[in-house]
């Protein structure tokens, strides 16, 4: 979904609850960082709930696609959650050189709060608990036009991956045409001649 204009939230990283982000119409939005092992059943419910509207229903009760992840940010307003994110730190391989990247996953907000901002401020929040890790690049599958104005660009490497959809593993696919894109967390420049092998799934 296309993400709107508005502040971007100022984390504090390693910790359950953020700074507060002020939005144009002077609402709050809440931005909470939890780790996956500390998923409550009944917050893991919530989350469903929001993301069965903008991804069709297709994850059923599961609060992912594919598999876990490492680390939820999650959007709250007046208590209400109306914003998710999952990220993951994984080893890719691009050529022959092993780096370590954060997978974005699962951005859904509610459809009666877009447009404020909701999206880029938890995507922000993603890129600074990922310079703060090990990862080099920030890696996503999306839309170039919401994406790209949040620091990502388009990447043209041939990719390898495992296809794995609703928690079941398929066969190893190679793709010349794909909606990756990268953001570098640090100085260095992402190289779109390698082919790039996931070591896995897709993010």
Known sequence: MQPGSGDIACVTLGATKAKTLTMDDMSTIEIRRTDEMRLTPQFE????RLLEEPFRGVFGTRTFFQNRHHVRFTAHKDEMLVGHLALGLRAVRLGDKLMD???IAEVGV?????GEGIARSLVMAAL???????ASFALLFGDAK???SMGFAKATNTITSTKFEA????????????PLMVCPLTGRTWNNTPDLDLAGFRF
């Open 128 to 134: 600074e608990e990922g310079r703060a890790s090990p």
């Open 101 to 103: 990247v954060i997978g």
């Open 110 to 114: 509610d459809k009666d709060h877009r």
């Open 146 to 148: 919401i994406y790209g």
């Open 167 to 178: 928690a079941r593993t398929g066969e190893t696919v190679t793709e010349t045409e794909h």
């Open 45 to 48: 419910a919530e989350i469903a």
